[in-house]
């Protein structure tokens, strides 16, 4: 089975609410679906205050497998549908992956070897 670098991880970190949005977008702009990890916000302006309460804000982190043919397109559709030209709204990033197993969806799709 050939698995080299030709996969990287779109991680995306966005406000409680905001996942289904934004796998729905990537999933029309290629990527065949993603995880959400649920979270909480513990920057320096993540706290607010209710009653004196600090109340740190719930997050929705989504992590995206995609090969790496796809990730600009992919990107650019999270980055549209997460408002991330707006402050506040979230923060994503792209990490190249060493070695991936178990995709033999992916694998298919791009016409590498499955045993």
């Given amino acids: 089975m050939k698995i080299g670098r030709d996969h990287q991880l779109i991680v995306t970190i966005i406000k409680k609410g905001w996942a289904e949005r934004v796998i729905n977008a990537a999933q029309k702009a290629g990527a065949r679906g993603g995880t959400i990890i649920h979270g909480r916000g513990v ?11 600090p109340i740190e804000p719930e997050k929705e982190l989504i992590l995206t497998l995609i090969h790496k043919d796809k990730t600009d397109t992919v990107l650019k559709a999270i980055v549209d549908a997460g408002q991330f030209n707006k402050p506040g709204t979230g923060i994503g990033f792209v990490i190249d992956v060493e070695k991936v ?4 969806h992916l694998l298919e799709q791009f016409g590498e070897e499955v045993p």
Avoid: P, Q
Avoid at 43 to 53: A, D, R, S, W
């Fill in 43 to 53: 920057g320096i302006h993540e706290t607010k205050k209710l009653l004196g309460i």
């Fill in 101 to 104: 197993v178990g995709i033999v």
